[in-house]
């Protein structure tokens, strides 16, 4: 079975940057496509950002797009998420999650992706 664990995490003030990262283990990731959502508190769990499995292709949630870049390296089976202009609004506890049955394109809800790790706190200051 594989696993997700996120860091990088914490308390930025508004207008500052982040980067988490998602480290895989237990098996290659490679293959799936890799997305980063979010959760505040009393609220649902939101997308925010997905790679494809080579990383040549992205998308984003249109609060972030401009703001937040998603990446992904194979060969270390990690996959990252810079956040800048970071703004009250989006503090949430951010988790990283795998889609391993979408081969083209890309989906935003949280039930089509099927692991995901345990979420790290990110906190925006205003």
């Known amino acids: 079975q594989g696993q997700l664990a996120e860091s990088g995490g914490g308390l930025v003030q508004a207008g500052g940057s982040l980067r988490l990262s998602c480290a895989a283990s237990g098996r290659t990731f490679s293959p799936y496509v890799m997305g980063w959502f979010r959760q505040a508190p009393g609220k649902e769990r939101d997308f925010v950002a997905a790679?494809?499995?080579?990383?040549?292709?992205?998308y984003y949630a249109d609060s972030v797009k401009g703001r937040f870049t998603i990446s992904r390296d194979n060969a270390n089976n990690m996959v990252y998420l810079q956040m800048n202009s970071l703004k009250p609004e989006d503090t949430a506890v951010y988790y990283c999650?795998?889609?391993?049955?979408?081969?083209?394109?890309?989906?935003?809800?949280?039930?089509?992706?099927?692991?995901w790790g345990q979420g790290t706190q990110v906190t925006v200051s205003s």
């Open positions: 790679i494809n499995r080579r990383g040549g292709d992205t």
């Open positions: 999650a795998a889609d391993q049955r979408t081969i083209y394109g890309f989906k935003s809800r949280p039930g089509a992706y099927d692991y």
